[in-house]
């Protein structure tokens, strides 16, 4: 079955980095666009960053563009978050999520999600 | 960007209950509109894309609908797993983005 595990979350100071990753498992992991999706304790859904299935196009929300970048290796079943230049503001639970095939068909499956606190 | 407006924020309900919940994007979206449900502590579950189509498991009760800006969620018959706060969000064009949510709970 289709899975996805998130990691890397924690506790950092603000201006510090951290590197989230997501471990994908019961699927073709190359052939699928992944994005990151975050949310504050309590209050909505944002989405961040997406890659497509081939690592050729990425997309960032403007309020991390330039301070996160998302990659994959898909040798590894793996996508990642490499988050520089923390906010306290960039404080959430961070979700993956894979893209369906065809991507009309949407966001489908989303792993349980990793807590990221920026606070000094 | 395309703004996400979702009505109401949360409404009571009571089991039995037929729901609905709407969504106006600020543009058209092409019908790129997707719907999930999140509860408490849990990852977000798709439950709809393009706009009317169920994503795979998910049971008939729930129905979306709607066209160019306006959308709808429908729930038939509300039942206690269905407690929980909804999400529309449109993969139109990048940023995606979410609506507010709406929660529903037991009356």
């Known amino acids: 079955q289709v899975q996805l595990v998130e990691s890397g979350g924690g506790a950092v100071q603000p201006g510090r980095s951290l590197r989230l990753s997501c471990a994908a498992s019961g699927f073709t992991f190359r052939s699928y666009g992944i994005h990151w999706v975050r949310q504050v304790p309590g209050k909505g859904l944002e989405w961040v960053a997406y890659?497509?299935?081939?690592?050729?196009?990425?997309y960032y929300a403007d309020s991390v563009k330039g301070r996160f970048t998302i990659s994959r290796d898909d040798s590894k079943n793996s996508l990642y978050l490499q988050m520089n230049s923390l906010r306290v503001e960039d404080t959430a639970v961070y979700f993956c999520?894979?893209?369906?095939?065809?991507?009309?068909?949407?966001?489908?499956?989303w792993g349980q999600g990793t807590l990221v606190t920026v606070s000094s | 960007d395309i703004q996400m407006t979702q009505s109401p924020s949360s409404l009571s309900a009571s089991v039995g209950d037929r729901v609905t919940i709407t969504c106006r994007a600020s543009?058209?979206?092409?019908?790129?509109l997707a719907w999930f449900q999140q509860k408490p502590g849990k990852a977000p579950k798709s439950l709809i894309y393009?706009?009317?189509s169920l994503q795979s498991g998910v049971p008939s009760k729930f129905s979306g609908s709607g066209s160019g800006t306006d959308f709808t969620l429908t729930i038939s018959s509300l039942q206690p797993e269905d407690f929980a706060t909804y999400y529309c969000?449109?993969?139109?064009?990048?940023?995606?983005?979410f609506g507010g949510g709406t929660k529903v709970e037991i009356k």
């Open positions: 393009a706009a009317s």
């Open positions: 999520a894979r893209e369906g095939v065809p991507a009309a068909k949407g966001f489908d499956y």
């Open positions: 543009q058209g979206i092409n019908n790129y």
């Open positions: 969000q449109q993969y139109n064009s990048y940023p995606l983005t």
């Open positions: 890659i497509w299935y081939d690592g050729s196009k990425k």
